[in-house]
């Protein structure tokens, strides 16, 4: 099924695991009343959900009540949960900064498995495949259900409408916005420390599972009711940097091993090889130079995908060649924003996570990489943030119609297969471009309409494939800049004409029921589209 | 007048400026039962008062409100006041890591009194000599009373009863606890700033006004319901390290200049020269190694006053000669520390301000001199803080009685004279020393009773003067360490005796009327004492 990008009276969809019916949002994406007992709040269009009302206000606590040696230690997480009153249907946090080598969100999950624990609503910044096992406390009771990105296995089991609640995709962004105004309270968060002191003060940036930053885990330490710190690397107090404050924690548990250094970090990230990719990243590299983006004092950010690596390899070809200077790029950060930071062709790295060993060594050493989170990067409930103050950031995408709307989460058979990650949040960039091949597994990626809206048209600006530059007309700024450029600049319609032809026609329609069985949330906290439940 | 340390069945004072008459506390003082216009809860005893609710929750904000290029510039501190809605009786916040050369707390009183607004409560984490003109402000009408440390003018303004309000002394983590707890609410912050983007990011470490830390402003930020920042040093995007997080700035103004420098910071910090003091100074440092407190890996604090440095130089001595490291020292920082740090004798300065030139460049270019805030440090409603995991600090007092209370707010005639910084918080120390000379100005410091108590006696655990060392006989631990020793430990009331006789009598009582002019918080938010009118 699929549903217009303008509003439709079509009506309602009928009864689905959201008592209160469907609703279209200003999208006109039906979605549901109502998302796992709570009211939800359509989509409104960017910038028109007014939010009201007072940030989650967590206990008033006193040191009374707590050791004055700031020796916090328990001995197990099954004694740190007891103390913190652990029960039935209560939400417990994780954050995914040790990606799919991460122990401590299972740990934490069986622990809870252990002392009897019901319907626990499991609240990961995001999921992994290593944590397929929580499908068997899904199936056993323990979890209820997770709200979260959900890449692969438990996506999947998403999609089958296996769970018993929605799932709910937030953005980095989003997700502290949900935490921060109220709209997910904490229980108990469980946060996975490369190094902490006994107090609870903990860095990601050293250890045996060093990670880098641990920004995703920051809203959880001050929200939360209760904070457990996980570490395999106990360090004397003062552990410095204090990314997580142990002013915030109540207890500390120390473990073996809380993650697979192999699988916490890629020892090195890797440019693609793939001639057409290639020409992607050239191309995008390129675009920013002749519209003049590309100027001294300029910022730009991209992920860690083969095609943004092998942007960012060409853009600073360019900056060395015009002897332009970022001032500062944002991470996801990799060898090559390392080098460009060591070379001086930016003056900061602003990095809210770290993908490589390289990354992990420089936000450990260079005052010049800094640790950021998701409040200073992504938030859309502050007072700004630096997302909206990146002049550009290259993106990938499943899907993009030609609106420019374009889908991140599920593929084009409809299955939810990944999250949102800051895909999101970067939208605000002065520039948002996604570089994308033009067709995957001879399916058009340019569609009529995408299967699920991550991002509105509106906000994005450009899309780069190996078959030209397609320009949102919007930015008739963008596309007057460009004007006598060699680049393949062509209208998003005559692209996906010559890719159809390509693949034999346009893409099948995503096979799936009317039953919802997650949303995805945007920005601001109302909800952007819905996923089905794939028809088996 | 005096009133017991024990309880006292004395009838409640008279009317005063607090509506509901005297109580008494745990500690038998007096105290109003209500303090502009909010019940006050008498201090129950160390721990034992039980907060409950919830932290202050300031307004959920969106970037849809705040510029996406991220420049929250504004012309003047009027245009933003007026912008953030500043009107009559509304609470005015700053901070003083400028000290007696901040130009920025008077700047904003006085673009307050610009816009005609009457009846503002100012709060600053402390007053100086250099705002004085406060006074005519108040007698104006525009500033309605001051809560925060009321050194000086402002203290003898205050002490003569000219002020329409209580004032209240709050410590600074019992400013942090106040503000947190919401029992201040900050309507508008004004921080100054040595270094700021246009974003609102600000640093103290950089910049011609540079102060060093900026962490007594940082409650203000998080939880104030509109923040503006005034710097003399705008930098791009991003200033680094962002001490204040422009993602809670709403306004940005640039003027000339916010402080003078060579008040702001002392070129150096100096050593005593009296050789009185100098053997109190060598007589602590042997305390702490003869008690076994000065090991491998131990902590303190000291102030920068002439003993407390003295006392740095000689246990830098000792530490050398045993070969013994200090894991870390809290700041106040000064060259002394900064010199252990560099010779290796620390392994980290934990740093909540910044006193000289060494400070403030050590602050700013060294990883292992850390920046903290009254949260890390000192906040009692937080889950710990650091001051009970120093080993030892040594601090001042204006008096001490023979029950071990000490006074550092009044004199002895009465006048309020000082502010409490972190005294009472480092009073959680695993041994708290007050290095005092024995008398003053010809009048004994060892008195039958403190005129005012700012800490209870069962938290100080040394006395150290010139005639000896008085250890508080609940700390049979000290004592017993301390046998066989020929550091010259006796009994308070041995000291007190002498010293009366070489001054002529105990000193006279304070001449003040039954009029409390303010009162002083314990670390918990509780009243411990009240401060009295002066007998004209």
């Not at 990243?281 to 004092?297: C, D, H, P, W, Y």
Request: aromatic share 6%; net charge negative; glycine share 12%.
């Amino acid at each position: 099924m699929t549903t217009a990008t303008k509003p439709t009276d079509k009506p309602p969809r009928g009864p689905s695991r959201s008592a209160g019916g469907m609703v279209p949002n200003a999208l006109g994406r039906l979605i549901p009343s109502e998302v796992n007992g709570r009211e939800a709040v359509p989509f409104k269009g960017v910038g028109k959900h007014e939010p009201d009302g007072r940030k989650q206000a967590p206990p008033i606590r006193s040191c009374r009540d707590y050791p004055a040696d700031g020796d916090k230690r328990v001995d197990s997480l099954e004694e740190a949960f007891r103390r913190c009153g652990l029960s039935d249907g209560m939400v417990i946090s994780s954050h995914h900064h040790l990606r799919d080598g991460d122990r401590v969100g299972m740990m934490a999950l069986e622990a809870a498995a252990r002392l009897g624990v019901k319907d626990v609503m499991w609240f990961p910044s995001a999921s992994f495949p290593c944590q397929a096992p929580v499908i068997d406390l899904m199936e056993a009771g323990v979890v209820h259900h997770i709200e979260g990105s959900l890449n692969g296995p438990l996506g999947d089991y998403c999609s089958r409408g296996k769970m018993r609640g929605l799932g709910v995709l937030r953005s980095h962004g989003g997700r502290w916005q949900a935490i921060q105004d109220g709209e997910v309270k904490i229980d108990v968060a469980v946060i996975a420390a490369p190094s902490a002191d006994p107090f609870g003060n903990c860095d990601g940036s050293h250890g045996p599972s060093a990670c880098g930053s641990l920004g995703f885990a920051l809203a959880d330490s001050i929200y939360a009711e209760h904070v457990i710190v996980v570490t395999d690397n106990l360090v004397p107090f003062p552990c410095i940097p204090w990314q997580i404050q142990g002013n915030n924690v109540d207890y500390v548990v120390e473990v073996e091993s809380i993650g697979d250094p192999e699988k916490i970090v890629s020892g090195t990230t890797r440019i693609t090889r793939s001639p057409e990719r290639l020409m992607i990243a050239r191309n995008v590299a390129r675009l920013l130079k002749e519209t003049g983006i590309m100027r001294e004092g300029f910022s730009f950010q991209a992920g860690a995908g083969g095609i943004a690596l092998a942007f960012v390899d060409y853009l600073a070809e360019l900056m060395r060649e015009a002897g332009v200077k970022a001032r500062f790029v944002r991470g996801g950060s990799t060898r090559y924003l390392v080098e460009l930071l060591e070379e001086g062709l930016t003056d900061y790295i602003l990095d809210g996570q770290t993908f490589d060993l390289d990354g992990v060594r420089s936000i450990g050493s260079d005052p010049r990489h800094v640790a950021t989170s998701p409040f200073t990067s992504y938030n859309f409930h502050g007072k700004g943030n630096f997302a909206s103050m990146v002049d550009a950031v290259v993106l990938g995408a499943t899907e993009v119609d030609v609106h420019f709307n374009a889908n991140v989460n599920t593929h084009s058979d409809g299955r939810l297969l990944h999250g949102i990650g800051g895909w999101q949040n970067c939208l605000a960039s002065g520039c948002s471009i996604l570089a994308v091949p033009s067709f995957r597994d001879r399916i058009p990626v340019i569609k009529d309409e995408v299967t699920t809206v991550t991002g509105p048209g509106e906000l994005i600006d450009v899309v780069a494939t190996e078959r030209g530059i397609a320009i949102n007309p919007r930015r008739q700024d963008l596309l007057d800049a460009v004007r006598g450029s060699d680049l393949p600049i062509r209208p998003i319609e005559e692209i996906q004409r010559e890719v159809e032809e390509l693949c034999g026609g346009k893409p099948r329609k995503a096979r799936v029921t009317d039953v919802p069985v997650a949303v995805i949330k945007w920005v601001d906290g109302t909800v952007i589209d819905t996923v089905y439940q794939v028809a088996e």
